[in-house]
């Protein structure tokens, strides 16, 4: 039994290190550099104080900042779950070839760099975009209308990429499900849709809850989408710490934002996991 | 109650067919087995019946009413999973309850149709059990009850004893032919367990190589089979070579000592291309060589518990039978040789026309 636990150790130890080196040390390195005092400069003194966080909690912009960022997060998680369930019942339908072709297609915005798939949106939805550009030509429309530097706009744009995550969890879970219980539930009456309510929900459970968890940290962790689509309408959290980092070079303040809202993701996400695990533990009992 | 019809039904994937031309009648509260080998299409049968498959050709009648084209959720059947698919996320009550639930039937009447049901399989203390904490028999029992509650015209159970042992299969068996009785609803039953048809069936219909091959009582199905698949799919049994010349047919066996018995004689003209053959429990074993008795060598045996199957090699046949067991009864010892008599009286022919013996 030692011995065994041994063998594991070693085999794991790869990993080990590799998240020492890559995950851990840098979040020490943030967690000292956010107790740094603040300043423009490239040289950080030494002393250690909390200024940082007084002056962030001092600062009314910060929590809209961090509203934003909660509201976006949630709304785009949302979002994708439900959009997943269509798409995620026909891959686990489909067989063979049909399938390869499904996940191939369903993976191929994760293939493109953030960039251009934000850049395409713009050609897209901007004032002289393609659709604004078609209706004014159809002259349906006097005057461009916004579509971009606004929230919907940034919604669809993270929507598009984070989808696939969903789809795969949902369709994951919806793969353990017997397919007599469709069957079952079909004899016995029931419509596909309250089939769907009934049997098909309460078992993906733990598909949705994934979902959540990793689109919502996603979202909540990315700036060049809202810096590219929303400008500065839309402050969220993560533009500000990269402004922090990049445009002010306020290093310290950068880290203490980043440490903010990493607790801020981590407790969302602690939350709703209870909750979901509470929902489950209602269904299945015990 | 209700009234099963296939007529000319074709069933098949693309280009293959599966089912080919099925004409079946299950008559009003009868329990119907559907007995053949893996891949028959008995699945298949049931499905187009419940509705989750629809037929190439063909029409399908519940009481007159053509169901063919109808959808799963207006079919008023009732099925049984092998798998039992009770919803995991449901305890025993709700599972029931579902398909009443459905139905909008009110809360009261609810309650009392669900713990009849589940009374009646005498699982009614287990109404706040999760599905995952009952055994593979308690689970089954509520997959008939939420079955059986919502009152269906039809019950169709897909080999819904195969996950069980054995003892626990042979007491299931008999709870479901007791409740069938009782509730009187027409019942088919799919099952690859020959002992299980027999025993508990009304009617038993052979499914092989796309097609009906017999419909029949057990005892039917068992003595007069109409051709060699059924006769070897059902039981074991022995084919017995024939001699033919110009006027008759002869059924004979040559043994080690190349003693030949002439066993029947038939006129050519009425037995042409017949098969013959006699059921191993119908051979008799013999202490001592008589004139009428031939002699074999043992060549395997198989210890059953209360009987043992042995295969005698004759001269060139090789014959299976049965020999119950007893105390006082000296055990068989394989390569030993065995002298055995076959009664004329109990060799059968298999007739398209209805099989039997002479
Ligand atoms: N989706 C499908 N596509 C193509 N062929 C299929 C499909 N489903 C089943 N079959 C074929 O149909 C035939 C009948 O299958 P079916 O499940 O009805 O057999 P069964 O008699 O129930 O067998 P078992 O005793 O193993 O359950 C099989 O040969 C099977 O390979
Ligand atoms: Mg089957």
Redesign the pocket.
């Known amino acids: 039994m030692i011995r065994k636990d041994k063998t594991n150790f070693f085999l794991i130890l790869p990993a080990i290190l590799f998240l020492t080196a890559f995950l851990i040390l840098p979040l020490i390195i943030l967690l000292l550099m956010a107790f740094r005092s603040s300043g423009n400069s490239i040289v950080i003194d030494d002393t250690l104080t909390i200024n940082n966080f007084i002056s962030i909690f001092k600062n009314q912009s910060f929590y809209s900042g961090i509203l934003n960022t909660l509201k976006l997060s949630a709304i785009v998680s949302i979002v994708c779950i439900v959009l997943a369930y269509f798409p995620a019942l026909t891959l686990v339908k489909t067989k063979g070839n049909t399938k390869t072709l499904l996940y191939v297609v369903l993976l191929s915005p994760m293939l493109t760099s953030v960039v251009i798939r934000v850049y395409s949106w713009i050609v897209i939805l901007s004032s002289n975009g393609i659709i604004n550009q078609s209706l004014m030509k159809l002259h349906l429309i006097k005057s461009p209308l916004s579509l971009m530097w606004n929230s919907t706009s940034l919604v669809i744009a993270f929507v598009q990429v984070l989808l696939p995550y969903a789809i795969i969890f949902i369709s994951n879970s919806l793969t353990k499900i017997d397919n007599n219980l469709f069957r079952a539930s079909n004899s016995l009456g029931a419509s596909a849709l309250y089939t769907f309510f009934h049997v098909i929900l309460p078992l993906t459970i733990p598909g949705i809850l994934s979902s959540f968890t990793l689109i919502f940290s996603l979202t909540a962790g990315s700036y060049i989408t809202p810096m590219l689509i929303a400008g500065h309408q839309k402050q969220v959290m993560a533009l500000t710490i990269y402004q922090q980092a990049m445009q002010i070079m306020n290093l310290p303040m950068a880290a203490a934002l980043s440490v903010v809202l990493l607790l801020v993701v981590i407790l969302t996400i602690v939350i709703t996991n209870y909750l979901g695990r509470l929902w489950e533990v209602r269904v299945y009992g015990k | 109650m209700a009234r099963i019809i296939f007529e000319n039904v074709d069933y098949g994937?693309k280009d293959t067919n599966?089912l080919n031309n099925i004409n079946l009648e299950v008559a009003n509260g009868e329990l119907f087995s559907l007995v053949?080998p893996?891949?028959?299409?008995?699945?298949?049968l049931l499905n187009l019946l419940a509705g989750f498959l629809y037929p190439k050709k063909g029409r399908i009648l519940i009481d007159n009413q053509n169901i063919t084209e109808l959808p799963p959720y207006k079919r008023n059947v009732g099925l049984v999973f092998q798998s039992y698919a009770l919803f995991p996320n449901m305890n025993v009550f709700n599972n029931v309850a579902y398909g009443l639930k459905i139905k909008k039937v009110n809360r009261s009447e609810i309650k009392e149709r669900v713990i009849k049901a589940l009374s009646m399989v005498n699982l009614e203390q287990y109404i706040k059990r999760m599905p995952r904490e009952l055994s593979g028999g308690q689970q089954q029992r509520v997959a008939i009850a939420r079955a059986l509650v919502i009152r269906p015209q039809v019950l169709l159970l897909d080999?819904p004893l195969s996950g069980l042992d054995a003892k626990l299969r042979q007491k299931m068996r008999s709870v479901i032919r007791e409740l069938q009785q009782r509730v009187g609803i027409t019942t088919i039953l799919?099952t690859?367990d020959q002992s299980e048809a027999l025993s508990i069936s009304d009617q038993i219909a052979v499914l092989g190589e796309g097609k009906i091959q017999q419909v029949g009582t057990p005892e039917a199905i068992y003595n007069r089979p109409v051709n060699a698949y059924v006769a070897e799919f059902i039981g074991s049994t022995n084919l017995l070579n024939t001699v033919s010349t110009t006027n008759e047919i002869k059924v004979s066996l040559t043994d080690i000592n190349e003693k030949t018995i002439k066993f029947l004689t038939r006129p050519s003209k009425n037995f042409k291309g017949l098969k013959f053959m006699i059921r191993p429990e119908n051979i008799r074993l013999v202490e001592h060589a008589e004139p009428e008795t031939l002699q074999g060598i043992l060549t395997k045996i198989e210890y059953l518990g209360n009987a043992e199957k042995g295969w005698i090699q004759l001269k060139t046949d090789e014959l299976v039978f049965y020999r119950s067991i007893n105390h006082d009864k000296k055990r068989l010892q394989t390569g030993s040789v065995i002298n055995f008599s076959i009664d004329p009286e109990l060799i059968v022919s298999i007739n398209q026309n209805g099989s039997g013996r002479f």
């Open positions: 994937y599966i053949g893996s891949g028959a299409g008995k699945s298949t080999e799919v690859h």
